[in-house]
C-alpha cells in the first residue's frame, strides 16, 4: 500500500523529477473530459475521477489511467471524501507507506498543483504556516499588505485549493497550532494589518505524520478534532508489494537513465521477503521466528535496495540485477545499529537464508559483505 509509479513520464527538460500534475497531465487531462459527474467547488476533477486518477482505471474512450496507489480503495475514498468536506485530512502510518506520494497526488488531481507545500522539521517556523515579511519593504513603508509574504497554506486559503503540510508531528507543539483558526474558522488573521484573510471553497489541508514519531510532537487535541485520519498500512501480500517494488523501480531506472533493466522478478521477490520477514518477526511460511532490526524495513526502503541494485548492475555489471548487487542494500538497510542489528542480520542468515533453496547466491553474497 505505498507508491507504485507506473509508466515512464517525459520530465520538463533540466527537472530531475517533475511534479505530478506535470507528469501525468496527459491523464489529467484525459479525466477532465470524460468527467461529467459533480464536482466540489474548485475541483478540477469529481471525487470519482479523483479517485480513477489516484487507483487507476480504464476510461470509456480506452485510455488507461495507471495507479498512482495500490491498497485499499476504501481508504482513499475516505481521504477523498474528506477532503470535500470542512475537515482537514491527515494521513498517518509508518515511514514508507507512500503518505507523501499519495497527498501529491491527491492535490493534482484537486487543486491542480501539489506545489502548496510547507515541510515540517524540527526548526519550522510559524511564519510557514501563516505569512512572513519582506523586511526590506517593512523597515522602508511600514506594515503593510505589500510587504507581507504569504505563505502556502495562506495562497491556498486565497486561491481555493489544497495545501500540504509534510511531518506534521516533527513540527513544534506551539507552531502546529497555528493551524487551530485556520481549520475551525477558515480564517488567517493578520494583526498586523487589523486584517484577515479568509479562505474560499475549496481550500484544505492534506497533513501527513509517522506513526514512529509519536511522543516528538504529539499533536494537541484541539488540533486532532480538526483533522479526520486516515491510517495507511503496510502492504497486505508478498505479490502486492513485489509488484510495487517492481513498477517503482521500473519508473526510477528509466528517469535515472540507468542503463540496466530488473529482467529477474526473483531478486525483487527476496528482497520483499526478506523485508517483511524482519518486520513480521516470522518467517512467510510461520514455521521460524526471527528478531526484528531496530530499521523501519518498509516498502520505500525495498525500492531502494533495489534501485541501487540497478545502480550497480548498469554501472559495474552487465546491466542484469543479480545477487552481489543487492547485498550491500540490504546490509545497509537492515543494519542502524552496528552491534545490535548486525547480530539479528548474522542470525536471519545463518536460520533463514541459508536453508533456503535457490539462495545460495544470495547467501554468499551476503556472507562476503559481514
Not at 160 to 184: H, K, W
Not at 230 to 247: C, K, M
Request: glycine letters at 6%; charged letters at 25%; a negative charge.
Amino acid at each position: 500500500m505505498t507508491d507504485p509509479t507506473t509508466t515512464s513520464v517525459d520530465a520538463p527538460a533540466g527537472v530531475l523529477r517533475a511534479h505530478a500534475e506535470d507528469a501525468y497531465a496527459d491523464e489529467l487531462a484525459a479525466l477532465a473530459k470524460a468527467d461529467d459527474r459533480p464536482r466540489p467547488p474548485r475541483w478540477r476533477l469529481s471525487p470519482w475521477a479523483v479517485a480513477t486518477y489516484v487507483l487507476g482505471g480504464e476510461l470509456g474512450d480506452g485510455t488507461v489511467i495507471t495507479p498512482k496507489y495500490i491498497g485499499q480503495r476504501r481508504l482513499v475514498e475516505v481521504a477523498i471524501a474528506t477532503l470535500a468536506t470542512d475537515r482537514a485530512l491527515l494521513l498517518l502510518g509508518v515511514p514508507g507507506t507512500a503518505k507523501t506520494w499519495l497527498s501529491e497526488h491527491l492535490a493534482a488531481a484537486v487543486s491542480g498543483t501539489a506545489s502548496l507545500l510547507v515541510q515540517g522539521t524540527a526548526g519550522t517556523p510559524e511564519e510557514s504556516l501563516r505569512y512572513g515579511w519582506n523586511y526590506a519593504r517593512l523597515l522602508q513603508d511600514g506594515p503593510s499588505r505589500a510587504a507581507l509574504v504569504p505563505g502556502p497554506v495562506m495562497r491556498a486559503m486565497e486561491a481555493g485549493t489544497l495545501a500540504r503540510v509534510e511531518e506534521l508531528t516533527r513540527i513544534p507543539a506551539d507552531v502546529q497550532d497555528s493551524l487551530i483558526t485556520i481549520l475551525s474558522e477558515k480564517t488567517l488573521p493578520i494583526p498586523e494589518l487589523d486584517q484577515e484573510v479568509q479562505a474560499r471553497p475549496g481550500f484544505n489541508v492534506i497533513a501527513t505524520a509517522n506513526n514512529r514519531d509519536k511522543g516528538v510532537n504529539d499533536l494537541s487535541s484541539a488540533l486532532r478534532r480538526r483533522f479526520n485520519t486516515v491510517v495507511l498500512p503496510l502492504p497486505d501480500s508478498l505479490d502486492e508489494e513485489v509488484e510495487i517494488v517492481r513498477t517503482r523501480v521500473a519508473a526510477l531506472g528509466t528517469a535515472l537513465e540507468l542503463p540496466a533493466e530488473v529482467e529477474a522478478l526473483s531478486e525483487i521477490r527476496r528482497v520483499v521477503t526478506i523485508m517483511r520477514e524482519l518486520r513480521s518477526g516470522t518467517t512467510e511460511d510461520r514455521r521460524t521466528t526471527v528478531k526484528s532490526p531496530s530499521a523501519t524495513l518498509s516498502t520505500a526502503e525495498a525500492i531502494s535496495v533495489m534501485t541501487n541494485g540497478l545502480s550497480l548492475a548498469a554501472h559495474f555489471g552487465d546491466g542484469r540485477v543479480r545477487a552481489e548487487d543487492v547485498a550491500a542494500g540490504l546490509l545497509g538497510a537492515v543494519v542502524k545499529d552496528p552491534v545490535q542489528d548486525q547480530l539479528v542480520w548474522q542470525e536471519y542468515l545463518e536460520t533463514v537464508v541459508r536453508n533456503r533453496k535457490d539462495w545460495h547466491d544470495l547467501y554468499r553474497a551476503c556472507r562476503e559483505l559481514n
